[in-house]
């Protein structure tokens, strides 16, 4: 079981706008900066969100995140067939000492 | 081109050792926190351990304190993970990371724990 909560699937037709939710505590997202990786099929993770909601170089702008209180969520508009892919989000926290995952959410393009 | 290269992984036996390296290449090694993180057959991703630029700070998941452990070599570019008693939980890809948000990635090592 996760630290951090994420709905294990979601799904949209192309087009479409998609939102996956990540819920935490107040000693990881409460107090910490989340950060979202996507990870396409038998590939390694590549960071989609860092800081929360900023985009590193080359990521689409269809890609956003927001943070509220415990919970983040990714956003992903203009869905498209090749975002097809399992998504995490990622937080320090401080009563572990260390970084916690999300179980992933795996995201179908109908 | 920015890049890390896993290497190490194989088959090893419960209660073996195996020792991970990642050559890091493309940007300053030591400006950046280090990390191994993990994903079991089939499942999530599960953060192993993380150091600082200068080793001053080093951090393990709970399920592999006092059996592996994490270091990185300047010279070499290199991070290592240096990995004892092990478990057949322990199999997993491997991957190492750097950056203060996990920015780059390499390709992973598998490591498979069997008899």
């Known amino acids: 079981q996760s630290v951090l909560t994420q709905p294990p699937s979601a799904s949209g037709t192309p087009g479409q706008r998609v939102t996956i939710s990540c819920s935490g505590s107040?000693?990881?997202?409460?107090?910490?900066?989340v950060y979202w990786y996507q990870q396409l099929p038998g590939t390694a993770p590549k960071l989609l969100i860092y800081l929360n909601n900023q985009r590193p170089s080359g990521v689409p702008d269809r890609f956003s995140g927001s943070k509220s209180g415990t919970s983040a969520s990714l956003a992903i508009s203009g869905l498209r067939s090749e975002d097809e892919a399992d998504y995490y989000c990622?937080?320090?926290?401080?009563?572990?000492?260390?970084?916690?995952f999300g179980g992933g959410t795996k995201l179908t393009v109908l | 081109e920015v890049q890390l290269v896993e290497s190490g992984g194989g088959l090893v036996q419960p209660g073996g050792s195996l020792r991970l390296s990642c050559t890091a290449s493309?940007?300053?090694?030591?400006?950046?926190?280090m990390y191994w993180v993990r994903q079991a057959p089939g499942k999530g991703l599960e953060w192993v351990a993380n150091?600082?630029?200068?080793?001053?700070?080093?951090y393990y998941v709970d399920s592999v304190k006092g059996r592996f452990t994490v270091s990185r070599d300047k010279a070499q570019s290199s991070l290592f993970l240096q990995m004892n008693s092990l478990r057949a939980e322990d199999t997993a890809v491997y991957y190492c990371?750097?950056?203060?948000?996990?920015?780059?990635w390499g390709q992973g090592t598998t490591v498979t724990v069997s008899s």
């Open positions: 107040s000693s990881n997202i409460g107090s910490y900066n």
């Open positions: 493309g940007f300053i090694f030591s400006n950046y926190w």
């Open positions: 150091i600082k630029q200068d080793a001053s700070e080093i």
């Open positions: 990371a750097a950056g203060d948000s996990m920015d780059v």
């Open positions: 990622a937080a320090w926290d401080a009563s572990l000492s260390g970084w916690v």
